[in-house]
């Protein structure tokens, strides 16, 4: 495909820090035009909080965020790193489908990066097109604007343009798409790889710096500041992974290339909410053996937080044996903080906010119920709020997502007891409410969404779904069927990575 060289009259306010480092950290890189590009979704809340005065019918914007036209103002790049993938070092990966346009300084003091995926080739493609079919693009929106309604930190997703592209993958030929990624940072795990793994210290210095004085400034001027910088990333990383856990969902991929530095989820490839529970569920095609699993993610993540730690030994300690002190600390604060972080937002989950030491005993006891009992994890929790108030003329919702249950019914007898303890039933009833989604994205309703687009081109699902996840804690009466569970034939049990 013919690589894009018009300049929009466009312009973005965009700023590129990250192309000021010297050009071994990225390749420029220019988008690939398209045809057929329709600009069909645009997140105008999201422009309009990073200060852009666009609108969906801008003239020029459709273009802009398709590749074919470029930003007066953007400065286009492809970042390099490299990645451990499923545990296999890769010494060269990068934006092999993505490109970083630029930064954009939002009215609040932010500082957020702005990338299209699905843009074509860059040096770092591997032989592979580049490109994106639509079904991935929209399961990225969708997932990533969903997190951020939940309250996790995540990249978010500005944009949906479809194009007429033929996009070749092993499952036959798709539609294609092009996503404009919003970040406050991009630089992984994989990055400091990249450099160590060729020997180049003063370029794992050089990112560390770039990385505190823009994303940990508080830290800069410290004497320790990289022991420090290495904790606040752990620490995030912690209370990440947490907040995934406690709203079941399972990245999928997490590679240290999916490891975003500065604390956000990154890279919605094949990720999954869990219906019903199970702690050993695994969606990704890919992870044949398990190693990305809803239970392992934070045993996952800190062994890519031991990665990075290698990759920062030289700026840790004068030697090595000071520096393994460093990180094995670091490593062990992190654990403790997942620990308690997953502890403290599991117990709030069923109204316990002052916690006893039994209660842990009491929230495992739900727990392996809801995994015999093959019990939805989001609704088990929603409509456990129902029946704060012991003799609740609530329905019975809760009970009727167990096979058996009367199983239940002891459990919900002693936590009642428990939470006489605890504050009144309103004050119960509204905190677990806030902590408890009601509609996530569940796999049923996104491959929907995806297949009314790729085969009808309508995207009514696309817009309800966007919309619906704005709000996923408050009840939505019209949309009552798009909380339910699946039936046992609408699940999907399968997700993909759109490479």
């Given at each position: 495909?013919?690589?894009?060289?018009?300049?929009?009259?466009?312009?973005?306010?965009?700023?590129?820090?990250?192309?000021?480092?010297?050009?071994?950290?990225?390749d420029?890189?220019?988008?690939e035009?398209?045809?057929?590009a329709?600009?069909?979704?645009?997140?105008?809340?999201?422009g309009?909080?990073?200060?852009?005065?666009?609108?969906?019918?801008t003239p020029?914007?459709?273009?802009?965020?398709?590749g074919?036209?470029?930003?007066?103002?953007?400065?286009?790049?492809?970042?390099?790193?490299?990645?451990?993938?499923?545990?296999?070092?890769?010494p060269?990966l990068?934006?092999?489908?993505?490109?970083?346009?630029?930064?954009?300084s939002t009215?609040d003091?932010?500082?957020?990066?702005?990338?299209?995926?699905?843009s074509?080739?860059?040096?770092?493609?591997?032989?592979?097109?580049?490109?994106?079919?639509l079904?991935?693009v929209?399961?990225e929106?969708?997932?990533?604007e969903?997190?951020?309604?939940?309250?996790v930190?995540?990249?978010r997703?500005?944009?949906?343009?479809?194009?007429?592209?033929?996009?070749?993958?092993?499952?036959?030929?798709h539609?294609?798409?092009?996503?404009?990624?919003?970040?406050?940072?991009?630089?992984?795990?994989?990055?400091f790889?990249?450099?160590?793994?060729?020997?180049?210290?003063?370029?794992?210095?050089?990112l560390a710096?770039?990385?505190?004085?823009?994303?940990?400034?508080?830290?800069f001027?410290?004497?320790?500041?990289?022991?420090?910088?290495?904790?606040?990333?752990a620490?995030r990383?912690?209370?990440?992974?947490?907040?995934?856990?406690?709203?079941?969902?399972?990245?999928?991929?997490?590679?240290?290339?999916?490891?975003?530095?500065?604390?956000?989820?990154i890279?919605?490839?094949?990720?999954?909410?869990?219906?019903?529970?199970?702690?050993?569920?695994?969606?990704?095609?890919?992870?044949?053996?398990?190693?990305?699993?809803?239970?392992?993610?934070?045993?996952?993540?800190?062994?890519?937080?031991?990665?990075?730690?290698?990759?920062?030994?030289?700026?840790?300690?004068?030697?090595n044996?000071?520096?393994m002190?460093?990180?094995?600390a670091?490593?062990?604060?992190?654990?403790?903080?997942?620990?308690n972080?997953?502890?403290?937002?599991m117990?709030?989950?069923?109204?316990?906010?002052?916690?006893?030491?039994q209660?842990?005993?009491?929230?495992?006891?739900l727990?392996?119920?809801?995994?015999?009992?093959k019990?939805?994890?989001t609704?088990?929790?929603?409509?456990?709020?129902?029946?704060?108030?012991?003799?609740?003329?609530?329905?019975?919702q809760?009970?009727?997502?167990?096979?058996?249950?009367d199983?239940?019914a002891?459990?919900?007898?002693?936590?009642?007891?428990?939470?006489?303890?605890?504050?009144?039933?309103?004050?119960?009833?509204?905190?677990?409410?806030?902590v408890?989604?009601?509609?996530i994205?569940r796999?049923?309703?996104?491959?929907?969404?995806?297949?009314?687009?790729?085969?009808?081109?309508?995207?009514?699902?696309?817009?309800?779904?966007?919309?619906?996840?704005?709000?996923?804690?408050?009840?939505?009466?019209?949309?009552?069927?798009?909380?339910?569970?699946?039936?046992?034939?609408?699940?999907?049990?399968?997700?993909?990575?759109g490479?």
């Amino acid at each position: 495909m013919k690589k894009t060289t018009a300049v929009s009259a466009l312009k973005a306010g965009f700023e590129n820090s990250f192309a000021a480092l010297p050009q071994k950290f990225y390749d420029a890189a220019m988008p690939e035009s398209v045809h057929g590009a329709v600009l069909e979704k645009y997140n105008q809340k999201l422009g309009r909080d990073m200060g852009f005065n666009f609108t969906k019918e801008t003239p020029g914007l459709a273009d802009c965020l398709a590749g074919n036209l470029v930003f007066s103002d953007a400065e286009p790049i492809a970042m390099a790193y490299a990645g451990h993938q499923f545990g296999n070092f890769v010494p060269l990966l990068g934006d092999g489908r993505a490109i970083l346009l630029g930064e954009k300084s939002t009215p609040d003091g932010k500082r957020l990066n702005v990338q299209l995926k699905g843009s074509g080739r860059t040096r770092f493609s591997r032989g592979g097109d580049g490109k994106s079919p639509l079904g991935p693009v929209i399961r990225e929106y969708l997932v990533s604007e969903a997190m951020h309604g939940l309250g996790v930190p995540t990249t978010r997703a500005l944009a949906i343009v479809s194009t007429k592209e033929k996009i070749l993958r092993p499952d036959g030929i798709h539609p294609g798409g092009v996503m404009t990624r919003v970040a406050p940072g991009l630089v992984r795990v994989g990055s400091f790889e990249y450099f160590a793994a060729r020997g180049d210290e003063a370029a794992i210095r050089m990112l560390a710096d770039y990385v505190i004085t823009r994303h940990y400034p508080e830290i800069f001027e410290k004497k320790d500041c990289y022991h420090q910088f290495f904790s606040a990333v752990a620490l995030r990383q912690a209370q990440l992974i947490a907040k995934w856990m406690q709203l079941g969902f399972i990245h999928g991929v997490m590679n240290t290339d999916n490891t975003s530095i500065s604390g956000e989820t990154i890279d919605y490839g094949p990720c999954a909410f869990m219906d019903y529970y199970d702690p050993n569920m695994v969606f990704s095609s890919i992870d044949t053996m398990g190693r990305y699993r809803y239970t392992n993610q934070s045993a996952i993540m800190k062994w890519n937080l031991h990665c990075l730690g290698i990759c920062l030994q030289s700026l840790l300690g004068k030697t090595n044996e000071e520096a393994m002190d460093v990180i094995d600390a670091v490593l062990a604060e992190f654990e403790q903080e997942f620990l308690n972080a997953q502890k403290i937002g599991m117990l709030k989950k069923i109204g316990i906010e002052r916690p006893w030491d039994q209660d842990v005993s009491l929230l495992g006891e739900l727990l392996a119920l809801m995994e015999t009992q093959k019990a939805d994890f989001t609704l088990t929790f929603r409509y456990l709020a129902d029946h704060v108030r012991q003799n609740s003329n609530m329905t019975m919702q809760f009970q009727r997502l167990f096979n058996a249950p009367d199983a239940v019914a002891a459990w919900l007898k002693s936590w009642q007891r428990r939470l006489a303890e605890e504050n009144s039933p309103e004050v119960i009833r509204e905190g677990m409410n806030r902590v408890n989604p009601l509609f996530i994205p569940r796999n049923h309703r996104i491959q929907k969404a995806i297949e009314d687009a790729e085969i009808k081109k309508d995207f009514t699902q696309v817009h309800l779904l966007a919309a619906l996840f704005e709000k996923p804690f408050t009840q939505q009466p019209e949309f009552t069927d798009y909380a339910q569970a699946p039936a046992k034939a609408e699940r999907v049990t399968r997700t993909f990575c759109g490479t």
